[in-house]
């Protein structure tokens, strides 16, 4: 049988298989290597020439994918039943059954082609006894250690806050003046002798030696003076020391309470370890002030009970004694605030004052939000105060704590957002959103879901809810029409409702949100316009009064004498 292959236009047998036209074998491997072929997976065949000795080519038993590879020295190959290979776009003649191929071919595979005729895949080549392959040395894989994951967005910074009691003790050991006792003793029998001699000499609170002075007025001085200067040499030193010794014994035998308001002007922090709280605990109007001792006021300067007495009793004070007491708490709490010692004022404020909110916002005018909330917790009992405190620290997780507790539920919204927490944000806002449907709320709602649930279709449904309900009629119509940026919707909007969803009731309504639009939106002018003159007619039998209504579409001097001509004729 003579076989003969001719051009064709199409395949006629699937390709499986293909030519590589070259002489060298290293240009079969590189081919090869390019297309990322296994050379164990494959067959290969080396393809005589013509001439002797030569090579064509070599032939692949593979598939593969033209639509990947260079096409050039390449030609795809048909397969017939696996026992004869043909070029691509030709066809076989005469055409032969399996039967015919088994017969001519019965053993190994043949290619025919018309550049070197055919031929017999007899023997495909053996690689591994071609190719001596390089020796590997191996290698010792080191694999960096976990390194630390560096976010590229920040989702959430918050602070987290200590609880109120642990704060306030904080500032109780820490922070608080400190017990202590008075180290002034009462004057003892002796140094009262001594302090009645000496009384009449230097009571007048003058610091001159008049035994050194040239200018001696005070007569009681002047006698003292010759006296010590008769019967002693060192007489100026003598007097420099009774001088002393009378400061000081007038300063001991001053009154308790006097001695305090020295401190207080001297030394405020030291007069807070002895002052007394004003306040039923403390101390009370009228009576001796005598009574009063310096000695330590407190069991404890703890925050969490009530400071307690000493002394048997209260303290009793005269009214004007303790208005001087007040304003020097008030002055020294002050003059701490503008050194920037908040602590110290909040003690005031909050101990000896008996000022809780003051104290408090001293903290939060401080920015120390913590103690801040901790004293709106503990002693204010204001959560609401407390919780924008630990909004205003960072401190978010205590805050949504004190909201939730208020059933603040869109602030708890608020705050899950900032913390980017939008599945809980939303279900504290849909809590809002079912009581503002419930009680027809429409406008609120729209909002809610417009504004922070970015819902506008369904803020949209719900005002167009409230139109139809005739609930706050105005305000749902004209936010619905104001949310409709787009003038050519807008205007599709406009005719729609009024042709679907507008009767006697609630044209005045429609009428007045046309107004708004009018006024605002150039391109519909001309509608609103036609609109309103439409309305007005149908109305006007009814309601006169609406003709006024017009000049808001038309400033037209002559259509306002004809409205008030119409409406004078209405009222004969």
């Not at 987290?160 to 608080?176: M, R, V």
């Not at 909040?346 to 120390?368: G, P, R, S, W």
């Not at 959103?433 to 970015?454: E, F, P």
């Not at 391109?523 to 009814?542: F, H």
């Amino acid at each position: 049988m003579n076989l003969k292959i001719k051009p064709y236009h199409k395949n006629t047998y699937p390709l499986n298989g293909y030519l590589i036209k070259y002489s060298k074998v290293k240009y079969w491997l590189d081919h090869l290597q390019h297309l990322n072929i296994d050379l164990e997976e494959i067959k290969v065949y080396a393809i005589p020439n013509n001439s002797p000795n030569s090579i064509w080519g070599c032939f692949v038993l593979s598939k593969l994918d033209s639509r990947n590879i260079d096409l050039s020295n390449i030609t795809f190959c048909q397969s017939i039943q696996n026992k004869l290979f043909i070029p691509e776009h030709s066809l076989l003649f005469p055409k032969i059954n399996s039967w015919e191929l088994d017969t001519l071919f019965p053993k190994n595979a043949f290619i025919l082609h018309p550049e070197f005729g055919l031929f017999e895949l007899e023997e495909a080549i053996s690689w591994s006894s071609l190719l001596a392959l390089p020796n590997f040395n191996s290698l010792e894989i080191i694999e960096p250690t976990d390194v630390s994951f560096i976010p590229d967005k920040i989702n959430k910074i918050e602070l987290i806050s200590l609880s109120p009691d642990e704060t306030l003790k904080n500032l109780e050991e820490n922070k608080f003046p400190k017990k202590e006792s008075f180290k002034n003793e009462a004057l003892s029998h002796r140094e009262k002798l001594k302090y009645i001699l000496l009384k009449p000499f230097f009571q007048s609170g003058k610091n001159q030696n008049p035994i050194e002075s040239q200018d001696i007025t005070t007569s009681k001085l002047n006698r003292l003076a010759l006296l010590l200067g008769n019967f002693f040499p060192n007489a100026p030193q003598i007097y420099k020391k009774l001088n002393d010794d009378f400061k000081e014994l007038d300063k001991r035998n001053r009154s308790e309470i006097n001695k305090l308001f020295d401190l207080f002007k001297n030394n405020p922090a030291e007069a807070l370890k002895y002052a007394i709280p004003i306040d039923n605990e403390g101390i009370t109007r009228g009576g001796d002030i005598s009574l009063y001792k310096m000695v330590r006021r407190w069991t404890s300067f703890e925050l969490f009970q009530n400071s307690k007495s000493l002394g048997s009793g209260k303290i009793i004070l005269q009214d004007d004694t303790l208005v001087k007491l007040q304003s020097n708490y008030e002055q020294a709490a002050k003059k701490f605030i503008e050194n920037k010692e908040y602590e110290k004022a909040v003690f005031i404020y909050l101990k000896l004052l008996k000022n809780n909110h003051q104290a408090a916002l001293t903290f939060e005018n401080a920015q120390m939000y913590p103690e801040a909330a901790s004293i709106y917790l503990k002693y204010v009992n204001h959560k609401e105060k407390a919780a924008q405190c630990y909004e205003k620290g960072r401190m978010i997780t205590d805050a949504i704590k004190l909201y939730k507790e208020m059933n603040m539920n869109e602030k708890v919204g608020d705050l899950f957002i900032s913390i980017n927490n939008k599945d809980e944000a939303f279900k504290h806002y849909n809590i809002i959103l079912n009581i503002l449907k419930t009680n027809r709320q429409y406008v609120k709602a729209s909002l809610l879901l417009r504004n922070k649930m970015d819902d506008t279709d369904s803020a949209q449904d719900l005002l167009l809810s409230g139109w139809h309900e005739e609930t706050d009629s105005f305000n749902c119509i004209n936010n619905y029409f104001n949310n409709i940026e787009d003038p050519s919707l807008l205007s599709k909007e406009i005719n729609s409702i009024y042709k679907k969803d507008t009767n006697d009731r609630n044209k005045p309504e429609f009428l007045k949100a046309l107004k708004y639009i009018h006024k605002k939106e150039d391109k519909l002018k001309e509608q609103t316009q036609d609109l309103a003159y439409e309305i007005v007619s149908d109305l006007a039998k009814i309601d006169p009064k609406i003709l006024n209504e017009l000049s808001s579409f038309n400033k037209d001097r002559q259509l306002t004498k004809d409205i008030v001509r119409y409406k004078t004729k209405k009222s004969f």
